[in-house]
């Protein structure tokens, strides 16, 4: 399974956001210039995690975005879906009809356990996500603010 690049900007977003001292608003352009991503693209993905939940944004001259919740209520599932929506990974067109036409019923069992295999991959790959917040992949959040303002500027 490969899923969208979004998937690993959307994760920084949200650490870059957990880390700003004072949890000052950022602008997408500054976040898009600190990850060197398109601004075009990176306000898409933002977008999908104000959608989502994750993050607020303020259009206005002091505004910009911000984390919507403490990042302990954040997991990597949460991001994930943000971007690449909830659905299921598999999807199955019924091919199964065109292959075998003289024992449906076994064959039909077989292809059960097929799908009822990706479905378990799915979700124990989706309660894995699901036990990692963001909090976790920061450690201790509070020793590690940054004003990306300012470095940024520096450069």
């Known amino acids: 399974m490969k899923f969208k690049i979004g998937v690993e900007q959307a994760i920084y977003v949200v650490v870059i956001l957990a880390r700003q001292i004072d949890h000052q608003p950022l602008k997408s352009k500054l976040l898009s210039q600190i990850l060197q991503v398109s601004d075009s693209y990176l306000h898409k993905i933002t977008h999908q995690l104000a959608v989502a939940g994750i993050i607020t944004t303020a259009a206005s001259k002091t505004g910009g975005l911000t984390l919507a919740r403490p990042t302990t209520d954040i997991t990597l599932l949460d ?6 929506g909830a659905a299921t990974f598999a999807s199955w067109n019924n091919l199964r009809d065109n292959v ?5 019923q076994a064959f039909n069992q077989k292809y059960d356990e097929v799908g009822h295999q990706f479905q ?5 790959y989706k309660k894995t996500l699901a036990q990692v917040s963001i909090a976790a992949l920061l450690g201790d959040e509070a020793a590690a603010y940054v004003d990306w303002r300012q470095i940024t500027t520096q450069e």
Do not use: M, S, T, W
Request: charged share 40%.
């Open 79 to 84: 991001v994930f879906q943000a971007i690449e």
């Open 100 to 104: 075998l036409k003289l024992d449906r």
């Open 120 to 124: 378990q991959a799915e979700d124990n």
